[in-house]
């Protein structure tokens, strides 16, 4: 062999030898960028289902869920809230505002006593409600305010006498007389919870609420619970949305027909059922309304092409055929009604049963 073919072999061999390392290298690198790829859009689907998850138990609530871009990005197919919470710390007791107001949390029209937890109407003369903004807040489920949460529910369950639960609730100086009315004059009884689903804080309009989601016989599938700071800084339950309250049963308002706008927690979606007054299906817009057992219902109806009808359909199109939702409503009777079961849709207070500002 020639020493210009050996020359030639051995820059033959440096070449192919640095393809091969280049090749490797090429290879090494390309898989690490792939399984972090990999990776990270695992990561993104856990984040995303967590993020959904919390929607979830919000939109039982009747709450549109919004996260600050460091967040857990919400799903695209619920409303984005058009203004953003306020940064306050998390531990910072609600301030008191001003009482009595006609639409004051979880009872519009109902007189109210002091509380730290009493607020100032918005948009009074609006028949809907306004998005809320809600932040979700870190939950430290060992701390000591969720532990002391979750024994203060525990001890509700436990407590037979409505009388001995006065304490636990919050607005107590003003809900002690609703829970006479529901619990001797209604008749009414608390809902059974089962299995404890999730648990998790949020900040929603300003206030401070720990959130607790149980399975339950109720036509949504799930039973929830918000507890809101107390005078004393403890968390107490807010006892109207718990139980559905109304200023009457639906056994009460069939019997009267009061035509005078009445409160009532129910829960609703779009239906399909026009008679008596309300026959005309072009002029008007129909949902079911049915009490917190599914028990009992009524039809409500307004008309058609008004903001109020405007906006229960926006609010009730992802409901779907079976879907429910839980509204705070301001309902009454045609003067001289033919029935019993086909109301007037007055105002929809809250697009949930816990009213806060």
């Known amino acids: 062999m020639t020493s210009g073919s050996i020359g030639s072999h051995r820059a033959f061999m440096g070449v192919s030898i640095t393809l091969c390392v280049i090749l490797s290298l090429t290879l ?46 919400a799903p695209t197919v619920l409303p984005k809230t058009p203004v953003s919470a306020p940064d306050i710390p998390p531990t910072t007791p609600t301030a008191p505002t001003t009482p009595n107001a006609p639409n004051a949390p979880n009872a519009p029209n109902a007189p109210t ?91 929603i309009n300003g206030t401070e609420i720990l959130y607790f989601s149980y399975a ?11 507890m809101l700071r107390g005078p004393q800084g403890k968390f107490l339950i807010d006892w109207e949305s718990l139980t559905g309250y109304g200023e009457m049963s639906f056994q009460e308002l069939r019997a009267q027909r009061p035509t005078k706008q009445v409160l009532m927690r129910t829960y609703v979606r779009l239906f399909e059922y026009y008679n008596y007054e309300f026959s005309d299906s072009k002029k008007y817009l129909c949902i079911k309304l049915m009490s917190e057992s599914g028990v009992n219902s009524v039809y409500g109806y307004c008309e058609r092409g008004t903001q109020l009808a405007q906006w229960i359909e926006r609010d009730l199109a992802s409901t779907g055929p079976i879907g429910f939702k839980g509204y705070t ?19 929809v207070v809250a697009q949930r049963w816990l009213n806060l500002p």
């Open 216 to 226: 339950s016989s109720r036509p949504t599938g799930s039973l929830e619970i918000a």
């Open 113 to 203: 006593a002091p509380s730290t937890l009493t607020y100032s109407p918005t948009l009074q003369d609006s028949l809907y409600p306004a998005e809320s903004s809600v932040k979700v807040l870190p939950l430290l489920e060992t701390g000591d305010e969720v532990v002391q949460a979750m024994e203060l529910l525990d001890q509700y369950w436990k407590t037979a006498d409505w009388k001995a639960r006065v304490p636990m609730v919050a607005h107590s100086e003003r809900v002690a007389a609703l829970m006479k009315v529901y619990y001797e004059a209604q008749g009414g009884s608390d809902p059974v919870p089962g299995n404890l689903v999730s648990k998790a804080r949020y900040q």
């Open 329 to 347: 409503l301001l309902i009454s009777f045609p003067p001289n009604a033919q029935s019993n079961q086909c109301v007037n849709l007055d105002k």
């Open 28 to 73: 090494y690198v390309g898989w690490k960028f792939y399984f972090f790829n990999i990776a990270n859009r695992i990561s993104r689907i856990e984040n995303a289902q967590y993020a959904e998850k919390k929607a979830q138990d919000l939109e039982k609530l009747g709450i549109s869920f919004e996260t600050k871009p460091a967040e857990a990005p």
